[in-house]
C-alpha cells in the first residue's frame, strides 16, 4: 500500500509583511527561493543560512529553510525552524502547516492537530489543514473525531479522492468492509490512477474476504502504475498461486527477481513453488541463492537438504544437516532425516547413532515416533514462531522507542524497509530529494595535511589553520599545503611528480645542511605515495630538529592513522611464504589489529602533542574524537566533538559524526538533532542517515 500523502499548497514567493533593508540580503534570499523552487534543496540551505547568519530577525528564511528540510525529510530540522518562523512572525499561515507536517512525521500528532486548529484560525477553509487534522486523529485511533474532520473536508473538497480512502480506514477499523470497499469504489470513480486505492482494496480482498480473483486484478491495476516495484509481483505471485495458477505465479517470481536480483522473499518463494511442481535442480540452486545471502536461513537449509534427498545427493544432505544440527542439537526430526541421509549414503554406524539420538530426544519431549512427521512439524515450528514474531511486533507497535531499540536500528540501517503508513502528503517532488541517494553510513574521516583538497561546494568553506598558513606564506614548500577530510586520490602523473620530489629532498637532505621543514616535506610526499613507514621517520627527524614543530606532530598523527587503515586490514606487510594453520592465521589477525589499535594510541598521543603546543586547534581535537570512536569509547568521542563545536560552531564534520556516535549509543533525540545540523551545514549523507532512521 503506499504511503498516504497530505496536500501541502503554498506559494514560495508570497509577500513579506517585513521589509529588507540591505540589497545583498534580499538577493541572496531571492537565489536561495530560486534553488528552493528548481528543487536544489541542500543548495537553497546553504543561501537561507547566509541571510539567517546576517539577520537572524527575519522570519522568511527560518520559513524557506524548514520547506527545504521538510523535503529532504529532516522533520526535526523543520520543526525546527518553521518554530523560529513563528516566534518572529505568528501570522504565517504557512509556517504552522510546515510545523504540522514536520511534527506529524515524528508521529506528534496532538502537537500537530494544534498546529492544524491555529491554521484554521486563521484561515477556517483550509482543505489541507482540516484533512490532515483529520488523519491524526485517525493515527491516535479517535474514529468519531476523525471522521467528523473528514466530513467536513469532503465538503470543503468534494473531487479529493484521499479523503474517502481516509473514511475506507475507519471502516476497517470498525469491522464493515462493506462499507469500506464501498468508499474505495467511489474514490476510483475521481481518480481512477489512484495506487493506493488498488493497494487497500486488494489488501481487503486478501484479509478480510479471501476472493483472490478480484484481488489479482487489483494488482494488475497497481502494476501498470508501478511496473518497477517487485513487490506487487511477488503478492501477485502468492494470489496465483493460491488460484493455482503455477505458470502465472512462477512468471511474477521471475519478474521480481529480475527487478531485484538479492529479493530473499521472492527468490524463496520461487525455489518452494519449483519444488512443487518438480523442478527440484532450480529449487536447490534458488535455496542456495537464498543462504548466500542469508546464511542462518536455516529453514532454507532445511528444505535443500531435503531436496538433495529427493535428488539422490545425500552427502550434500548429510552436509546440511550437520549445519541445522550444530545449530540445534536438540531438534530431533533434523537427527532422523539426517540419519536416513547417511543410511543411503552408505554410514550404516552413523545412521545408527542418529536414529538412537533421535529417540532419546523424542522420549525426552514425550513424542510419540510413529506417528511423528519431520517435515510436517519443521513447518509447524517456523509458522508458530513467524506467528509470534507478528504478535510480539504488534504488540511492541505502540510501546515507545527504547534506547536499545534505536542502536538496533542504527546499525542496520542499510537495509531500507519500505514504509505503509499514513503520512502528510504536500507537492513532493522526485528531483532533488537526495536523501534517497545511496550514501555509504560511515563517519566523516580524520583531517589530514595534503597538497590536494576538496573544497565543499555547497558552502565553499576552506578549512583554515594558523600554521599550515605560516608555512605557506614562508614559501618553503613546493605546493600550497591544505587540510582536506575528503580522500583525494591524485592520477599517475601526480603520482610521478610526488616521487621526482622525494628524489629531489632525496639529494637535497644529503648535500645540504637537514632543515625539520625538507624532512616535513619529504614526509608528505611519502604520505601521498602511501609509505607511512617511510613517512614516519622523516616525521621523527623533523620533530627532533624542531620539537615545537605543530605540524610535524599533527603529520605524525596523520601517518599513524594511515597505518592504523592498512594494519586493521591485515595489509602493509610482506606475505608468509610457508602455509600457515588456521591457529596461525587467528593470532597473526589478533597481532594485526593488537598493532592497529597500538596505531591509535600513538596517534591520541600526537595530537595531544598538537594541542599542548595549540590548544585552540580544532582540527586535532576532531581526529581525536574520530580515533576515540574508532576504539569504541564514546563517551570520550562525544566530548572531543562538543569541545571542537564549541570552536568552530559550523563545524559540520565534527556534528555529524556526534550524531553517528548519539545514535550508536541510543540517544536518538540528541543524534537527529546533530544529523539535521550537519545537513544543514552541507554534509549530505545526513539526510540519508534521518531517512533510514525515520522509515
Not at 543 to 570: C, D, M, T, W
Amino acid at each position: 500500500m503506499n504511503s498516504f500523502r497530505y496536500t501541502l499548497v503554498f506559494l514560495l514567493f508570497w509577500a513579506s509583511s517585513v521589509a529588507i533593508a540591505q540589497i545583498n540580503t534580499e538577493q541572496v534570499l531571492r537565489i536561495g527561493q530560486n534553488a528552493l523552487y528548481f528543487e536544489d534543496y541542500v543548495l537553497s540551505i546553504q543561501y537561507f543560512n547566509q541571510v539567517v547568519a546576517a539577520k537572524p530577525y527575519l522570519a522568511e528564511p527560518y520559513f524557506y529553510r524548514a520547506v527545504a528540510k521538510l523535503d529532504l525529510e529532516d522533520f526535526q530540522g523543520a520543526e525546527q525552524d518553521a518554530t523560529f518562523c513563528i516566534e518572529r512572525n505568528p501570522f504565517i499561515i504557512d509556517a504552522y502547516q510546515v510545523r504540522a507536517i514536520a511534527r506529524q512525521n515524528q508521529k506528534k500528532f496532538q502537537l500537530a492537530i494544534a498546529d492544524y486548529d491555529k491554521g484554521l484560525e486563521l484561515n477556517p477553509a483550509n482543505r489541507s489543514f482540516v484533512f490532515n487534522k483529520g488523519i491524526c486523529l485517525l493515527e491516535l485511533k479517535q474514529y468519531h473525531a476523525a471522521d467528523s474532520a473528514l466530513n467536513i473536508a469532503r465538503r470543503i473538497d468534494p473531487k479529493n479522492d484521499r479523503v474517502l480512502l481516509a473514511k475506507a480506514q475507519i471502516d476497517l477499523a470498525a469491522g464493515d468492509t462493506a462499507l469500506a470497499l464501498a468508499h474505495i469504489d467511489s474514490s476510483l470513480v475521481i481518480s481512477k490512477s489512484s495506487e493506493m486505492a488498488y493497494g487497500m482494496r486488494a489488501d481487503i480482498h486478501i484479509k478480510h474476504r479471501a476472493t483472490y480473483p478480484d484481488a489479482v486484478a487489483d494488482l494488475d491495476s497497481l502494476i501498470k502504475f508501478q511496473p518497477r516495484n517487485a513487490s506487487n509481483f511477488i503478492n501477485r505471485a502468492y494470489l496465483k498461486y493460491e488460484i493455482d495458477d503455477y505458470t502465472g505465479a512462477m512468471s511474477d517470481y521471475d519478474y521480481a527477481i529480475g527487478l531485484e536480483p538479492d529479493n530473499v522473499t521472492a527468490i524463496y518463494d520461487r525455489a518452494q513453488l519449483s519444488a512443487e511442481v518438480g523442478e527440484d535442480q532450480k529449487a536447490i540452486a534458488d535455496f542456495s541463492k537464498v543462504l548466500k545471502l542469508e546464511p542462518a536461513n536455516f529453514l532454507a537449509l532445511y528444505n535443500r537438504a531435503q531436496l538433495y534427498m529427493r535428488t539422490r545427493q545425500f552427502r550434500k544432505a548429510v552436509a546440511d544437516y550437520d549445519r541445522i544440527l550444530h545449530k540445534y542439537p536438540r531438534f530431533e526430526s533434523g537427527y532422523m532425516a539426517r540419519a536416513e541421509a547417511k543410511r543411503l549414503a552408505g554410514d550404516l554406524k552413523g545412521s545408527e547413532r542418529d536414529n538412537e539420538t533421535a529417540v532419546v530426544i523424542f522420549k525426552q519431549k514425550g513424542i510419540r515416533v510413529s506417528t511423528y512427521d519431520p517435515v510436517k512439524a519443521e513447518v509447524r515450528m517456523a509458522e508458530k514462531k513467524i506467528r509470534q514474531e507478528q504478535k510480539a511486533a504488534q504488540a511492541k507497535m505502540d510501546q515507545p522507542e527504547t534506547s536499545d531499540d534505536i542502536i538496533k536500528k542504527f546499525n542496520n540501517i542499510l537495509t531500507v524497509k519500505s514504509d505503509n503508513s499514513f503520512k502528510p502528503e504536500y507537492d513532493n517532488r522526485t528531483r532533488g530529494h537526495i536523501q534517497n541517494a545511496n550514501f555509504d553510513i560511515d563517519p566523516e574521516p580524520m583531517f589530514a595535511l595534503s597538497y590536494y583538497s576538496y573544497v565543499n561546494k555547497l558552502n565553499g568553506k576552506t578549512n583554515y589553520m594558523k600554521e599550515v598558513t605560516e608555512v605557506n606564506d614562508s614559501h618553503l614548500l613546493p605546493m600550497l599545503l591544505t587540510l582536506t577530510c575528503d580522500n583525494v586520490k591524485i592520477d599517475s602523473s601526480e603520482v610521478a611528480k610526488r616521487f621526482a620530489s622525494i628524489d629531489y629532498y632525496n639529494g637535497l637532505l644529503a648535500t645540504s645542511k637537514p632543515r625539520s621543514i625538507d624532512y616535513l616535506a619529504r614526509a608528505l610526499d611519502y604520505m601521498m605515495v602511501k609509505n607511512p613507514e617511510a613517512a614516519l621517520l622523516d616525521v621523527d627527524r623533523a620533530i627532533k630538529s624542531s620539537p615545537k614543530f605543530v605540524l610535524a606532530y599533527f603529520l605524525r598523527a596523520n601517518a599513524h592513522y594511515l597505518q592504523y587503515l592498512l594494519e586493521s586490514k591485515g595489509e602493509g606487510r610482506a606475505p608468509d611464504a610457508r602455509p600457515a594453520s588456521a591457529a596461525e592465521h587467528e593470532a597473526a589477525a589478533m597481532l594485526h589489529r593488537r598493532e592497529a589499535g597500538s596505531r591509535l594510541d600513538d596517534l591520541i598521543a600526537d595530537l595531544n602533542q598538537v594541542l599542548a603546543l595549540s590548544p585552540k586547534n580544532v582540527y586535532a581535537i576532531y581526529n581525536k574524537g574520530n580515533a576515540y570512536m574508532l576504539q569504541g569509547k564514546y563517551t570520550e568521542a562525544v566530548s572531543c566533538y562538543t569541545q571542537a563545536i564549541g570552536i568552530k560552531p559550523d563545524f559540520g564534520e565534527a556534528y555529524y559524526n556526534r550524531g553517528l556516535v548519539y545514535m550508536r549509543l541510543g540517544n536518538r533525540p540528541s543524534g537527529v538533532n546533530d544529523l539535521s545540523k550537519a545537513g544543514e551545514l552541507g554534509i549530505l549523507p545526513s539526510y540519508t542517515v534521518l531517512k533510514r532512521m525515520n522509515d
